[in-house]
């Protein structure tokens, strides 16, 4: 499928985005390790979430899905049952290496595998960790990508400085701290999104947090509940850049996930000059949303690294786009992590965004873009990545011409509805 875009001149209207995807993976794993029904409203139906529902039903927890709830039967920590074949996690990165988690303290044995962006992707950052613990997990180049077999078994507790700032690491090591006597602790160099912790606690696990530490005691109870998932602050971020980068209009983002480890976005547009509004605010489990609204704005370039990153690690390619529409140079440094994702996001974006008109650099570290360049029309490349897609996208409202954007299928990863929701205000964008 290729997503055409034509230079749009103003966008109008209130709009809802799909639910978290952090936070839908999330739902299931932990209602499939609770005792009793677990109720989820919001959940994201894109193939990401759906990969994690097919793993957990090959695993022998039973999940019901109907328009817009999932109802997981959860079975308790030790409920899960060998799979007669291998999962397939598809392109989700947060499904293999949570899911790895729980499986290290499983007593069987079970085969990981997912499409070939997911085979490229480091994973020993969590073998090597629950292979600490006492799982037995073999994969290619000694265990460090996908397939793997994890062997799961009896896990020690442990405390552990993560190199690098992952809830996905991080969320692994707690998932597999469920089944450890004692306190299993995680410190991060910087904080990243705590969603594996306000969760557990929800369900009922005794879990820490420190500024850059998170700890939880295994072998909790957890109890079914309800639970109610805000919108994706990740999808509502390209419509929050196209509000702001288009020449007129205002947009209005209902029930967004505001949890301050992942609102970067917010704080970035508004000192770049975007006129943006939260209203409405409340609070679910833990979990802030709020209702956002962005006017179209003149933006200016701003220097963006350090603890910033994690809070905004899955918009860099659409702050990108709004940078492109900046006056004056934008810095995003301390952003490697970006080359490990989907795709190797900081060349995709530079490479694509240059197609384009824009001025961008690519550092070893992040990327220098010189705003205000024209931009122009192009036929772009999706890199089998669902945010590269669409940050083009939103960067084709703004260019001269029409922006082809092929293989753009892939935005059904985390947002099936994308191009309709662009088109209910008043974009002008047409899927081939
Ligand atoms: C996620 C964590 C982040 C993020 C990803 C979702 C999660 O990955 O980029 O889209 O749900 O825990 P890392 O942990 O690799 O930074």
């Known amino acids: 499928m290729d997503l055409r875009i034509q230079e749009t001149l103003k966008l109008e209207g209130t709009i809802t985005v799909p639910g978290d995807k952090s936070i839908s993976h999330r739902a299931v794993m932990l209602g499939a390790l609770a005792q009793g029904t677990t109720e989820v409203s919001g959940f994201l139906m894109g193939e990401d979430c759906l990969s994690t529902i097919a793993c957990f039903r090959k695993l022998g927890i039973s999940i019901e899905l109907t328009e817009g709830k999932v109802r997981i039967?959860?079975?308790?920590?030790?409920?899960?049952?060998?799979?007669?074949?291998?999962?397939?996690?598809?392109?989700?990165?947060?499904?293999?290496?949570?899911?790895?988690?729980?499986?290290?303290?499983?007593s069987f044995t079970t085969f990981l595998t997912g499409d070939s962006s997911i085979r490229k992707r480091p994973m020993g950052r969590?073998?090597?960790?629950?292979?600490?613990?006492?799982?037995e997990i073999m994969g290619r180049k000694n265990a460090t990508l996908a397939p793997l077999a994890i062997k799961g078994g009896k896990l020690k507790k442990l405390e552990y400085s993560t190199?690098?700032?992952?809830?996905?690491?991080?969320?692994?090591?707690?998932?597999?701290?469920?089944?450890?006597?004692?306190?299993t602790e995680v410190t991060e160099p910087a904080k990243s999104r705590?969603?594996?912790?306000?969760?557990?606690?929800?369900?009922?696990?005794?879990?820490?947090?420190?500024e850059n530490?998170?700890?939880?005691?295994?072998?909790?109870?957890?109890?079914?509940?309800?639970?109610?998932?805000?919108?994706?602050?990740?999808?509502?971020?390209?419509?929050?850049?196209a509000g702001a980068i288009v020449p007129e209009g205002a947009l209005t983002i209902r029930n967004v996930g505001l949890n301050p480890t992942r609102s970067g976005i917010i704080d970035i547009l508004s000192q770049m000059g975007a006129k943006i509004t939260v209203i409405n605010k409340?609070?679910?489990?833990?979990?802030?949303?709020?209702?956002?609204?962005?006017?179209?704005?003149?933006?200016?370039?701003?220097?963006?690294?350090?603890?910033?990153?994690?809070?905004?690690?899955?918009?860099?390619?659409?702050i990108a786009v709004l940078a492109a529409?900046?006056?004056?140079v934008t810095e995003i440094r301390d952003?490697?992590?970006?080359?490990?994702?989907?795709s190797n996001r900081l060349t995709a974006i530079a490479k694509e965004l240059t197609k384009m008109g824009a001025r961008i650099e690519e550092l070893p570290d992040g990327l220098k873009i010189f705003g205000g360049k024209a931009l122009k029309g192009a036929t772009c490349a999706s890199y089998h990545d669902h945010r590269i897609a669409m940050a083009l996208a939103v960067a084709g409202l703004k260019a001269h011409g029409e922006t082809v954007i092929n293989n753009a299928d892939i935005v059904n990863v985390s947002f099936p509805k994308f191009a309709a929701s662009l088109e209910s205000i008043g974009a002008l964008v047409r899927v081939d």
């Open 194 to 210: 705590n969603h594996t912790e306000l969760m557990l606690r929800a369900f009922g696990a005794q879990v820490e947090e420190g």
């Open 325 to 328: 529409c900046a006056s004056g």
């Open 282 to 318: 409340a609070n679910l489990d833990g979990e802030i949303t709020g209702d956002v609204r962005v006017e179209s704005s003149s933006l200016k370039g701003i220097s963006i690294g350090g603890a910033m990153i994690p809070r905004l690690i899955d918009e860099i390619p659409v």
């Open 213 to 241: 530490t998170a700890r939880v005691k295994g072998r909790p109870t957890l109890l079914g509940r309800q639970i109610k998932v805000p919108s994706d602050i990740s999808s509502a971020a390209f419509f929050l850049a």
């Open 335 to 342: 952003a490697e992590e970006l080359k490990v994702k989907e």
């Open 73 to 106: 039967h959860g079975k308790g920590l030790d409920g899960l049952e060998e799979s007669g074949d291998v999962l397939d996690v598809g392109n989700s990165g947060t499904t293999i290496r949570l899911l790895t988690g729980i499986l290290a303290g499983q």
């Open 126 to 135: 969590i073998t090597q960790p629950l292979i600490c613990m006492g799982a």
């Open 163 to 183: 190199p690098v700032a992952s809830a996905q690491v991080k969320s692994a090591l707690l998932l597999a701290g469920l089944y450890a006597d004692g306190w």
